[in-house]
T-cell receptor, first 116, second 113 residues
Framework: DAGVIQSPRHEVTEMGQEVTLRCKPI?????LFWYRQTMMRGLELLIY????????DSGMPEDRFSAKMPNASFSTLKIQPSEPRDSAVYFC??????????????FGPGTRLTVT | SQKIEQNSEALNIQEGKTATLTCNYT??????LQWYRQDPGRGPVFLLL?????KEKRKERLKVTFDTTLKQSLFHITASQPADSATYLC????????????FGAGTRLAVHP
């Protein structure tokens, strides 16, 4: 199994530009989570999906952030326009509600975003 | 609001000793609690899950306890090794959603030879 795949691994962009982060969850997992990690705030949940439907987006900081999951194998997190304070590592994770490993979350390698 | 507290200071121990990390939570009762390990530059990796009706869970050199009265979980690594050096994150289930976790800030463990 390939695990959770994220792209790009690193993104450097200028303030005001649009940024799109991508995630491919583990095949068969029905939950997908987007997190942001910074030194100051730790690991924060932004939004999560169940069967491609957004369940809770209360962690999305502002309207500049949006997330979609058009199918079971792909999700995007978009920031438009980006600001320097959005600089962080963004993780995607997936989990399954079935089997012995249910509720365990499997994290991708993360995307390190730097907004200058 | 729900709050998670982990040892904010780094924990330094000698190889072969037992490391004990603490996680306290307030204002709610999670149905389960998970522990993750995170190495620099990598995503968290799941280690153990313990449910509210379980007092203790073990996996190889790892042991987790869950005291719902004290609202505390302890994470132990016995016979610690330098390879155990990492940040350990406590993640209780969040009351707003059964699959939703709230992560603590983590405790950095350094095991010295």
């Amino acid at each position: 199994d390939a695990g959770v795949i994220q792209s790009p691994r690193h993104e450097v962009t200028e303030m005001g530009q649009e940024v799109t982060l991508r995630c491919k969850p583990i095949s068969g997992h029905d939950y997908l989570f987007w997190y942001r990690q910074t030194m100051m705030r730790g690991l924060e949940l932004l939004i999560y999906f169940n069967n491609n439907v957004p369940i809770d987006d209360s962690g999305m900081p502002e309207d500049r952030f949006s997330a979609k999951m058009p199918n079971a194998s792909f999700s995007t997190l978009k920031i438009q326009p980006s600001e320097p304070r959005d600089s962080a590592v963004y993780f995607c994770a997936s989990s399954s509600t079935r089997g012995l490993s249910r509720y365990e979350q499997y994290f991708g390698p993360g995307t390190r975003l730097t907004v200058t | 609001s729900q709050k998670i507290e982990q040892n904010s200071e780094a924990l330094n121990i000698q190889e072969g000793k037992t490391a004990t990390l603490t996680c306290n939570y307030t204002n709610y009762s999670p149905a389960y609690l998970q522990w993750y390990r995170q190495d620099p530059g990598r995503g968290p990796v799941f280690l153990l899950l313990i449910r509210e009706n379980e007092k203790e869970k073990r996996k190889e050199r790892l042991k987790v306890t869950f005291d719902t009265t004290l609202k505390q979980s302890l994470f132990h690594i016995t016979a610690s090794q330098p390879a155990d050096s990492a940040t350990y994150l406590c993640a209780p289930q969040f009351s707003g959603g059964y699959n939703k976790l709230i992560f603590g800030a983590g405790t950095r463990l350094a095991v010295h030879p």
